[in-house]
């Protein structure tokens, strides 16, 4: 693992969805194993570029998205690398089965792509709206679960995995995320990245949190309490070694999820947590509800997963301490 931050941590004008779909060309055309599977959603997704380019290795299986993980998973038993995509709560609700006997209990090698993860399915509402979709990956045995930060890390993601044999799920914003790393930083598959180091608490945050892991790091230093930052982006396999040095070091932990807080990123923490070394623990997600319609500003708010309420939430775990 090699990285450097951004400075600004702007939303990139550069949507994920490009990044997704240019990387994909980028292996397609060293690898003619690569092949892209989608649910009708090409235009959603952008990955017409790679259709365009690579019409014998497209299949757009329509609304169907069992079928699709199936047809994926064949297409691995036949040595292909299947990459399908569908919105998130698609391919992890409505295909769970086909992903668990079809791919996991197969032994296939398919990467399941579920974009729009929780809060961002915005004007889609709760019927689009995932937070259960990496719970429900995290349960399925030998799966890899990794939620890419932002656009760095996502092309980084997609190359590692398109070499790493098995069942993997990605969650990834369609459009716009915050730039947190700069290009040409590594990052390793089930290790977490330390991006601000501290004493008094840690907050593990992945995904859409870890900005706002940032910034109410940076709210805190100026009321003087040190903060350590770890961007948790696997979440299966979690790097408890990195959970068990921050509980030991810091004595507290503050998990942050674009997630329901069951099952989810918190509950994997509190696992390793309560096995190997206890420490009073806070959770920052959703609490256990369905989504809604709205703006994300709107409903970063609505389910609390802002910088403030991380703030409040170290506040809380520090009283406990």
């Known amino acids: 693992m090699n990285f450097t931050l951004s400075e600004k941590h702007d939303d990139n004008p550069i949507e994920m969805r490009k990044v ?3 990387t994909l060309i980028e292996l397609a055309e060293k690898n003619d194993r690569i092949c892209v599977l989608d649910a009708d959603l090409m235009a959603a997704m952008g990955t017409k570029p790679f259709a365009e380019k690579f019409p014998e290795r497209t299949i757009d299986c329509g609304i169907q998205e069992a079928n699709m993980i199936g047809v994926a998973c064949g297409l691995s038993v036949q040595g292909k690398i299947p990459f399908a995509h569908t919105f998130a709560p698609f391919c992890t609700r409505r295909a769970c089965d086909q992903i668990f006997l079809s791919g996991a209990y197969n032994k296939a090698n398919v990467k399941v792509i579920g974009s729009d993860p929780g809060i961002t399915a915005a004007y889609n509402g709760g019927t689009h709206m995932p937070f259960e979709d990496m719970g429900i990956m995290r349960l399925i045995p030998g799966m890899t679960v990794i939620e890419p930060t932002d656009n760095v890390m996502l092309g980084e993601m997609v190359k590692q995995v398109s070499g790493r044999y098995g069942m993997c799920y990605l969650r990834l914003v369609r459009r716009s995320a915050p730039e947190i790393y700069k290009e040409g930083s590594t990052f390793e598959i089930g290790k977490a ?56 070091e810091t004595g507290a932990i503050v998990t942050a999820e674009n997630h329901n807080i069951i099952n989810g990123l918190g509950a994997a923490v509190s696992q390793a947590v309560a096995r190997r070394y206890p420490v009073p623990m806070e959770y920052v997600g959703v609490q256990d509800e369905f989504g809604e319609v709205g703006p994300v500003d709107y409903l970063r708010e609505r389910f609390g997963l802002t910088a403030e309420h991380i703030v409040a939430a170290v506040e809380r775990v520090l009283e406990r301490k």
Do not use: N
């Open 20 to 22: 997704y779909c240019d």
């Open 193 to 248: 990245v330390p991006i601000i180091d501290g004493k008094d608490a840690t907050v593990i945050a992945s995904g859409y949190c870890v900005k706002e892991a940032i910034d109410a790091a940076d709210i805190l230093a100026r009321k003087g309490v040190s903060v350590r930052v770890l961007d948790m982006f696997t979440w299966k396999p979690l790097d408890e070694d990195a959970v068990i040095r921050a509980a030991e």
